[in-house]
């Protein structure tokens, strides 16, 4: 006996399918007591429904299919732009080559920044860089990504067949070839052939180019911004001035050491390179006063002027310049060894730039108390200052360079043997003092040494409340670099002070100081440059970094008797005089015969290497 059929409920045929649901839930329920559609809601009309689709709701197959960007995983569905900001972060670029692994759409967005700037830090990866740029069918154009190419680390055996591979690279901006001294003209011109993207180019060191690459550099580089031939002394002076007339948009300009350019290839760039920021002639020694006179008056935004060893450069070169204009973005200008510069040069400078930051007259033994106080017009812009082996200086202009540029961090009175103790103690007031160079000023005593550390306990700062209440603040020594070397009268006790009152210090020079010359301190000084004589090891007494910390500590757990802190001799008298100290920013390499930067070593040498002053560039 068949079962009584069951009653089915009515086919609610008003109510369409809907492929995808809405987030909320679909609103419209086949529920009698549903709420009616409200009056701007979308009809079914709108709502893109499929005309095929059966009465009770059943999707077609074209409905049923899942989209492709569906089964793409959520990191797949970002925007390549996004991909391309969360790469971008990476730094290993071994993590950029895994990403490259991940997807064909990771790769595509990745492959631009591993290729950007190619590690060629050894050779082996040289090698796979070049394997991977020859292939005659690479799945993406490698040989365009490539930006930025530096081989400087491998120089030692670098050679013209070393960038044979590299001569597709027609897109890089940064080429940085220093000292590779294999390269020759075939090498490097075969590099510059075509890249008529390039921005910078640093062949620095590579001393076998000669002027065919640097006609290749005026074809083809017309974009060039900085150009490094610092040692390449076999360009010849026509081919840079081609280089000046092509490359109109140079900002950037070292020509250190090259001996043999002319007065009319840097006039050519003075004229035709209205752009440059930064010009270094470091021991262009055919160099005169014109295309000093030129660089000045043509830069338009000149800020960095190096002319150190330029011997020919006299007054001239500034006093020629009209008194109409001043050149208010020149910042730093180093006139080291021109020797025949006078106060009437410096006092020129001054008017006509008068936002100098950084000056060094090292070696321009002419100068005297005149040109101290015409750089004290400077004022607070003056934050660095070199006057080593100036000699006629004395304490009345170093006081009023001090009253008038409160804000000096690094000063270098090196061999200035007029400066007594009134001078550092003027120094010693300076808030912002860092370094300070009194090599061979032997007539300063423990006073001066007293004043440097001493100078913030004397002249504390003061604030005041919201409320009006007066603060007193004791603030920490600024002092990192101190130089002392072959000031002779210095005893351990002012040293002692110095150290513990400089907690900041990290360089402290103090060779041919005879209470120095001890053997319980040579495990804290600085190993002597190699090049040194027998008696200049004698003597060496220089302590950086960790050996400040340890001379310190050593000195402290001295008894007075072998040495240590003996307050019985402290009597330095506490002066309240309104006191300024000036500091250095290089210190001078008094005994090394190498040219040394602000920054990185120092050497203190015997009356014999005098003349080896640190060179004081700026960082």
Same mark, same amino acid.
């Given at each position: 006996m068949r079962a009584p059929v069951p009653i089915m409920a009515p086919l609610e045929t008003e109510t369409s399918y809907r492929g995808t649901p809405d987030a909320e839930g679909d609103s419209q329920s086949s529920s009698s007591n549903s709420p009616a559609r409200a009056d701007y809601e979308e009809s079914d009309f709108y709502a893109g429904n499929n005309d095929s689709q059966s009465s009770i709701g059943v999707p077609t197959f074209q409905d049923m299919a899942v989209s492709e960007e569906s089964c793409l995983a959520a990191s797949n569905r970002l925007p390549a732009e996004v991909l391309i900001g969360i790469f971008s972060k990476l730094s290993s670029p071994q993590d950029l080559l895994n990403c490259m692994r991940v997807s064909k759409r990771w790769a595509r967005n990745s492959v631009d920044l591993l290729w950007h700037r190619p590690a060629c830090v050894t050779w082996n990866k040289h090698s796979s860089i070049c394997s991977t740029l020859i292939k005659t069918h690479p799945y993406f154009a490698y040989r365009d990504?490539?930006?930025?190419?530096?081989?400087?680390?491998?120089?030692?055996s670098c050679s013209d067949g070393s960038v044979l591979a590299l001569q597709y690279c027609n897109r890089i901006e940064r080429l940085t070839l220093t000292n590779c001294n294999g390269l020759t003209d075939s090498g490097v011109s075969g590099l510059l052939d075509g890249s008529n993207h390039l921005l910078a180019l640093d062949i620095s060191g590579v001393t076998e180019v000669t002027e065919i690459s640097m006609y290749a550099l005026a074809d083809n580089c017309h974009r060039l911004q900085g150009l490094n031939i610092s040692g390449c002394t076999k360009i010849s002076n026509q081919s840079m001035t081609a280089v000046a007339n092509s490359c109109r948009f140079i900002k950037r300009l070292k020509l250190n050491d090259c001996e043999q350019l002319e007065d009319s290839s840097i006039i050519a760039f003075a004229e035709n390179c209205p752009n440059i920021l930064e010009i270094d002639l470091h021991s262009c020694k055919l160099i005169g006063n014109e295309p000093v006179t030129a660089l000045v008056s043509h830069g338009q935004t000149l800020r960095e002027l190096r002319?150190?060893?330029?011997?020919?450069?006299s007054d001239s070169a500034f006093l020629n310049l009209g008194n109409e204009k001043t050149f208010e973005h020149l910042r730093i200008l180093d006139l080291t060894s021109c020797a025949r510069l006078t106060d009437r040069a410096v006092e020129k400078i001054i008017a006509v730039a008068p936002r100098l930051r950084n000056l060094v007259f090292a070696k321009c033994r002419n100068l005297t108390d005149l040109s101290v106080h015409a750089i004290s017009k400077l004022g607070k812009n003056l934050h660095y200052l070199h006057l080593g082996h100036c000699g006629q200086i004395t304490d009345s202009a170093v006081t009023k360079l001090v009253q008038s540029c409160n804000r000096i961090r690094y000063i270098d009175l090196g061999c200035c043997t007029h400066l007594t103790d009134a001078s550092v103690t003027k120094l010693a007031t300076l808030p912002k003092l860092r370094r300070i160079g009194l090599v061979k000023c032997s007539a300063i005593t423990d006073q001066s040494v007293y004043a440097l550390a001493q100078s913030r306990l004397r002249y504390p700062r003061h604030y005041r409340s919201a409320d009006g209440e007066l603060f007193e603040h004791l603030a920490g020594s600024s002092l990192e670099r101190v130089h002392l070397s072959y000031c002779t009268n210095l005893t351990l006790n002012s040293i002692i002070v110095l150290l513990n009152n400089c907690q900041k210090l990290t360089h402290l020079s103090l060779t041919g100081v005879q209470a120095f010359l001890r053997p319980d301190l040579e495990p804290f000084c600085r190993e002597a440059p190699a090049e040194f004589t027998e008696h200049q090891r004698n003597v060496f007494c220089v302590f950086s970094g960790v050996g400040v910390n340890g001379l310190r500590h050593h000195l402290n757990s001295l008894e007075p008797a072998d040495g240590g802190y003996d307050p019985m001799a402290h009597s330095a008298d506490d002066d309240d005089d309104d006191?300024?100290? !000036?500091? $250095?920013? /290089? &210190? !001078?390499? $008094?005994? /090394? &015969?190498?040219?040394?930067?602000?920054?990185?070593?120092?050497?203190?040498?015997?009356?014999?290497?005098?003349?080896?002053?640190?060179?004081?560039?700026?960082?």
């Amino acid at each position: 006996m068949r079962a009584p059929v069951p009653i089915m409920a009515p086919l609610e045929t008003e109510t369409s399918y809907r492929g995808t649901p809405d987030a909320e839930g679909d609103s419209q329920s086949s529920s009698s007591n549903s709420p009616a559609r409200a009056d701007y809601e979308e009809s079914d009309f709108y709502a893109g429904n499929n005309d095929s689709q059966s009465s009770i709701g059943v999707p077609t197959f074209q409905d049923m299919a899942v989209s492709e960007e569906s089964c793409l995983a959520a990191s797949n569905r970002l925007p390549a732009e996004v991909l391309i900001g969360i790469f971008s972060k990476l730094s290993s670029p071994q993590d950029l080559l895994n990403c490259m692994r991940v997807s064909k759409r990771w790769a595509r967005n990745s492959v631009d920044l591993l290729w950007h700037r190619p590690a060629c830090v050894t050779w082996n990866k040289h090698s796979s860089i070049c394997s991977t740029l020859i292939k005659t069918h690479p799945y993406f154009a490698y040989r365009d990504f490539i930006k930025r190419l530096n081989l400087a680390q491998l120089s030692d055996s670098c050679s013209d067949g070393s960038v044979l591979a590299l001569q597709y690279c027609n897109r890089i901006e940064r080429l940085t070839l220093t000292n590779c001294n294999g390269l020759t003209d075939s090498g490097v011109s075969g590099l510059l052939d075509g890249s008529n993207h390039l921005l910078a180019l640093d062949i620095s060191g590579v001393t076998e180019v000669t002027e065919i690459s640097m006609y290749a550099l005026a074809d083809n580089c017309h974009r060039l911004q900085g150009l490094n031939i610092s040692g390449c002394t076999k360009i010849s002076n026509q081919s840079m001035t081609a280089v000046a007339n092509s490359c109109r948009f140079i900002k950037r300009l070292k020509l250190n050491d090259c001996e043999q350019l002319e007065d009319s290839s840097i006039i050519a760039f003075a004229e035709n390179c209205p752009n440059i920021l930064e010009i270094d002639l470091h021991s262009c020694k055919l160099i005169g006063n014109e295309p000093v006179t030129a660089l000045v008056s043509h830069g338009q935004t000149l800020r960095e002027l190096r002319l150190a060893n330029c011997e020919l450069i006299s007054d001239s070169a500034f006093l020629n310049l009209g008194n109409e204009k001043t050149f208010e973005h020149l910042r730093i200008l180093d006139l080291t060894s021109c020797a025949r510069l006078t106060d009437r040069a410096v006092e020129k400078i001054i008017a006509v730039a008068p936002r100098l930051r950084n000056l060094v007259f090292a070696k321009c033994r002419n100068l005297t108390d005149l040109s101290v106080h015409a750089i004290s017009k400077l004022g607070k812009n003056l934050h660095y200052l070199h006057l080593g082996h100036c000699g006629q200086i004395t304490d009345s202009a170093v006081t009023k360079l001090v009253q008038s540029c409160n804000r000096i961090r690094y000063i270098d009175l090196g061999c200035c043997t007029h400066l007594t103790d009134a001078s550092v103690t003027k120094l010693a007031t300076l808030p912002k003092l860092r370094r300070i160079g009194l090599v061979k000023c032997s007539a300063i005593t423990d006073q001066s040494v007293y004043a440097l550390a001493q100078s913030r306990l004397r002249y504390p700062r003061h604030y005041r409340s919201a409320d009006g209440e007066l603060f007193e603040h004791l603030a920490g020594s600024s002092l990192e670099r101190v130089h002392l070397s072959y000031c002779t009268n210095l005893t351990l006790n002012s040293i002692i002070v110095l150290l513990n009152n400089c907690q900041k210090l990290t360089h402290l020079s103090l060779t041919g100081v005879q209470a120095f010359l001890r053997p319980d301190l040579e495990p804290f000084c600085r190993e002597a440059p190699a090049e040194f004589t027998e008696h200049q090891r004698n003597v060496f007494c220089v302590f950086s970094g960790v050996g400040v910390n340890g001379l310190r500590h050593h000195l402290n757990s001295l008894e007075p008797a072998d040495g240590g802190y003996d307050p019985m001799a402290h009597s330095a008298d506490d002066d309240d005089d309104d006191q300024t100290m !000036t500091g $250095m920013i /290089g &210190a !001078t390499a $008094m005994m /090394g &015969a190498a040219v040394l930067t602000a920054d990185d070593e120092d050497a203190d040498g015997d009356e014999e290497l005098e003349d080896a002053d640190g060179d004081n560039n700026q960082t």
